[in-house]
């Protein structure tokens, strides 16, 4: 039986625990023993794309602690799964800790996104789901650019049962959000933002879904606010869907 | 002398940078670095030909292919239909492609940049073409004159032979390298100038020759 | 902006440029097309992914012995015939070039498009002078009448449209209303022939350099108009400003960056125009030819590697097209000659104004610009290591970010994040601490910095049970079950 330990960064912890719980449920299904190691925080993602990554090397080794043991690392992020694989190498190198470089060269190969996880490690691409609905996919920029996942998501969408996908303009588009980027520079995320919600009423679909729920509640954020019906759901929860036990 | 305290100040600024990554023997660096491009085609002559042809076309480069035999009737034609009365004919330009000027008058490529404004046109040679990019490449040598005679007047007529044309740039490169450590200036040509400046509309034919004329001599 | 040298900083520009609605669908119309356009060129071509990787390297050697390689172009420019002088910085580089002019007593000179000798502001030290440098790249033309800095590395002018750059050249070429359409074709003869006679009496041309070689001393310059042909070709003097860091070891080496540049940057199989020259040729061209080099703040960004790797750039503009904050704020709200993704790591490392700080924060770090970089600079890790710097230089300087709410915000986080406990009861104090901002489920009007958020965006409220008091909850129920 597969072993892994979920990795659930710390805003899909507090705001998005649906996305968590769903990636739970399709994990265990297919056959996963999972296990939840409560003393995990954050990884740091905000305080490193932010610049104010030498404030948070004690999350880095609070990372390493909680999952040392752990086979595989999984986590409905990509965002958070890069940070750790891209960024932990380079504040390894600037502590000057060879004990720390050692571990995260080590260690770092084994976090998964969960499509990752699914496609390349499980080898399933079908999780037996029922989504009887359309869907315009949002390819996160985190998830293709910085993890290179592909079509990991697509394939693992199209074998759903009753689904229907829909192309959307420029999917490939950043939806404008960026961590502090959209408070920051809060007038261009919005301008970013309003023509991503434009592709989006475009493309036709009842729902958009992406492998990350940073740029999805920043997309509902502005579909909410401009009252359109078109709902926003994470990966994991098409994929948890079922004849029975709908989204 | 404050020219000296600079370069000595900016190398040693770059010295103390590149300490602990620069190399020994850079040159031997330099020969080790690896280069997983293409070196060379893989399509044989003919398809080459064509390849070049077509880009020459999309670039809006006027080609004709003939066998030299024909070049000077063909120099003939296209300067009778551009009222050309006036031509540029580089030195070591060969007499039997040059007979097509007739008795037109004829202006060498050391006239002044004045002189060559007041030309209609310039017959030229070249070193070598490249297929992919639709480059033909000047390096001053013998029928391709100096770079002003095939800058200024606005029409330029260039012989190029099939055994010139190469498939790809670093053939090209290769093949300019001795030119190029003789100091030869070399000029890449690929179509007439072009700008997109106003509205990104393209417009052919700025400061250059706006009209380029290939000769592509296949017999030789 | 009236003076290129006191921009605003770009949290107070951007929005303006939001603002311009002409210059947005300019940008969008440029953006789009090249990026398709690129993407089509470098696709076709089977060694791509090999050429990027040849390009990095050869820079990446290059950079690590740059003292060698200009020792050894100094050498060989100066055996064929040529002069070079070394500059630390943009006065010292003005300072030559206007000693060089004021020799040939000419007032007026020709220039090539040369983001160098932008980043300098040569134009304007020659103008003390009395000395009129006429950019004869039609683009950089235009912005030059219209007394503007160019917005776009590649097509400096894309915020102009046809009827206003008519509206330049009336004048500037003294010409009636009847003689001069506003059809780009008419507009660009125009240009030709105004620009055909400076060319034509040009005693001095200054140009910049896209590529020299160290051991032939080879210059080369990328264009397409032309009009660099002209300036390296008819005048008697010709004077290059070149970044030190565009200097590569041998001539074969250019078969790899001019196969990168051009399908990079205008999206073509090859330029129109490329010219290369070796110090002075007798009869032909230029007889007495000048080669500044410039630091500028290139041998202080060698220092390390972000810095090396941000020098690798061949000023493609590709990061620029695909770039999603450059669509939407043009090129001037970066306040620099170097805009877009690149521009936002160049310029805080060469120039490092103060207001330089907050660039690396003009980005989403959505990656677009490192899948497209011919050199492969991993330019959002670059962004974010330069943002480190920004926190460093303003703490060292108690000098608090323009947004200190964040800064106090994120030093909170910082503490609360380091232990389960601190950060189960912080989680526990935001869903309580939201209640006034709650509407129907929804944050609605919040405070501070956040407001930025919820101007035009809703977000929903902190949910009762997180993540971990689920898992905690079903695994107490499967224990009992057990």
Redesign the interface.
């Known amino acids: 039986m597969p072993r892994a330990s979920l990795f659930v960064p710390c805003y899909i912890d507090t705001l998005f625990p649906e996305a968590a719980i769903a990636m739970t449920r399709v994990l265990e299904r297919v056959g996963v023993d999972l296990d939840f190691p409560r003393s995990q925080t954050c990884c740091g993602q905000m305080h490193v794309n932010t610049g104010y990554a030498d404030d948070v090397d004690h999350l880095v080794r609070n990372f390493l602690n909680v999952f040392e043991h752990a086979e595989h690392v999984v986590a409905p992020s990509a965002s958070c799964v890069a940070t750790v694989r891209h960024m932990y190498p380079d504040m390894a190198k600037r502590s000057g800790d060879p004990a720390l470089i050692e571990a995260v060269d080590a260690f770092t190969p084994r976090v998964k996104e969960f499509s990752e996880y699914l496609v390349d490690d499980l080898g399933i691409t079908d999780v037996g789901a029922s989504f009887p609905h359309s869907v315009a996919y949002h390819p996160a920029c985190h998830a293709t650019r910085l993890l290179g996942v592909g079509d990991r998501p697509l394939q693992l969408l199209r074998n759903v049962a009753g689904i229907r996908l829909k192309d959307m303009p420029r999917a490939n588009e950043c939806c404008g959000f960026g961590g502090t980027f959209a408070v920051k520079n809060a007038e261009i995320s919005a301008a970013m933002l309003a023509d991503k919600v434009a592709d989006v009423i475009h493309a036709g679909a009842e729902v958009v879904v992406a492998s990350d729920n940073s740029c999805l509640m920043h997309i509902a954020g502005g579909l909410q606010r401009q009252r359109t019906a078109v709902r926003t759901l994470h990966l994991a929860e098409v994929l948890a869907s079922q004849e029975g036990v709908p989204a | 002398m404050?020219?000296k305290d600079?370069?000595r100040?900016?190398?040693d600024?770059?010295?103390?940078?590149?300490e602990g990554?620069?190399?020994d023997d850079?040159a031997a660096?330099?020969a080790a670095?690896?280069?997983?491009?293409?070196q060379v085609g893989e399509r044989d002559a003919a398809a080459r030909l064509d390849l070049f042809e077509e880009?020459l076309v999309d670039?809006g480069v006027d080609v004709s292919r003939l066998h030299a035999s024909d070049v000077a009737s063909a120099i003939d034609e296209e300067l009778a239909r551009r009222r050309a009365s006036k031509v540029v004919v580089p030195l070591g330009f060969p007499e039997a492609y040059g007979v097509g000027v007739g008795a037109r008058e004829r202006l060498a490529d050391?006239a002044s940049?004045?002189e060559l404004?007041a030309a209609d046109a310039t017959v030229s040679t070249c070193a070598v073409a490249?297929a992919?990019?639709?480059?033909i490449a000047l390096d001053?040598g013998a029928g391709q004159g100096?770079?002003?005679a095939s800058?200024?007047p606005d029409v330029h007529l260039c012989i190029v032979h099939a055994s010139q044309v190469v498939a790809v740039?670093?053939e090209?490169?290769?093949r300019?390298?001795p030119a190029?450590?003789a100091?030869?200036?070399?000029?890449?040509?690929?179509?007439?100038?072009?700008?997109?400046?106003?509205?990104?509309?393209r417009?052919a034919?700025?400061?250059?020759p706006r009209t380029l004329l290939v000769l592509l001599v296949t017999d030789a | 902006m009236s003076d290129a040298r006191i921009p605003l900083p770009f949290h107070e520009a951007a929005p303006r440029a939001l603002d311009d609605g002409q210059l947005r669908r300019n940008l969008a119309n440029v953006t789009s097309s090249i990026r398709e356009k690129r993407a089509a060129m470098t696709s076709e071509m089977p060694d791509w992914e090999a050429l990027r990787d040849a390009g990095k390297a050869i820079k990446e050697h290059t950079l690590a012995n740059l003292g060698h390689y200009l020792e050894q172009l100094e050498a060989s420019v100066t055996a064929a015939g040529g002069t070079v002088h070394w500059a630390r910085d943009a006065d010292e580089a003005n300072r030559i070039v206007r000693d060089l002019v004021r020799e040939t007593g000419t007032r007026d000179v020709v220039k090539v498009k040369s983001m160098t000798t932008d980043e300098i502001h040569l134009n304007e030290a020659l103008a003390e002078d009395g000395v009129t440098a006429i950019e004869t790249d039609l683009a950089e033309l235009i912005v030059q009448l219209a007394h503007e800095p160019s917005s776009h590395i590649l097509v400096p002018a894309i915020h102009k449209n046809r009827s206003e750059i008519r509206a330049l050249f009336l004048e500037a070429f003294d010409l009636d209303p009847s003689e001069l359409s506003d059809d780009p074709a008419a507009l660009a003869g125009a240009a030709r022939r105004f620009l055909r006679e400076r060319f034509l009496t040009a005693k001095v041309a200054v140009s910049g350099a896209n590529f020299a070689v160290a051991d032939t001393g080879t210059l080369c310059v990328v264009e397409s108009e032309g009009n660099g042909r002209m300036c390296t070709t008819l005048p008697d003097t010709l004077i290059t400003v070149m970044g030190i860091e565009k200097v590569v070891p041998t001539w074969r080496d250019l078969e790899v960056f001019l196969q990168l540049l051009p399908r990079s940057s205008t999206a073509e199989r090859m330029n129109p125009y490329t010219s290369f020259w070796t110090g002075v040729r007798e009869g032909d061209g230029p007889q007495t030819f000048h080669l500044v080099l410039l630091d500028a703040g290139r041998s202080a960004t060698l220092r390390d590697e972000a810095g090396r790797d941000t020098l690798r750039c061949i000023r493609c503009s590709a990061c620029l097209n695909v770039c999603p904050i450059y669509e939407r704020v043009g090129g001037h709200a970066y306040g620099s000659v170097y805009p877009g993704p690149i521009g936002a790591i160049l310029t805080p490392q060469l120039r490092g104004a103060k207001q330089d700080g907050e660039l690396p924060y003009a980005s989403t770090l959505c990656g677009a610009c490192y899948e497209v970089c011919p050199v492969k600079i991993d330019i959002p890790s670059i962004l974010v290591e330069m943002r480190r710097r920004t926190v460093h230089k303003e703490r060292a300087e108690s000098r608090l970010p323009a947004t200190s709410l964040i800064d106090a915000a994120l030093r909170g986080a910082a503490v609360a994040f380091a232990t389960p406990r601190r950060y189960e009861a912080a989680q526990r104090l935001a869903r309580i601490g939201q209640a006034p901002w709650v509407r129907k489920g929804v944050l609605k009007n919040l405070p501070g910095p956040l407001a930025g958020w919820s101007d035009a965006r809703d977000l929903r409220a902190i949910p009762k049970q997180a993540f971990r008091d689920w898992w905690r909850e079903r695994d107490e129920k499967q224990e009992m079950d057990a």
């Open positions: 404050s020219g600079a370069r100040a900016m190398l600024a770059i010295q103390a940078a590149t990554v620069r190399d850079p660096a330099h670095l690896t280069r997983p491009y293409r880009r670039y050391d940049p004045r404004d490249i992919e990019t639709g480059t001053a100096r770079r002003a800058l200024v740039v670093p090209a490169t290769a300019l390298e190029v450590k100091g030869a200036p070399i000029t890449w040509i690929s179509g007439p100038s072009a700008t997109s400046d106003i509205e990104l509309v417009v034919g700025v400061h250059g």
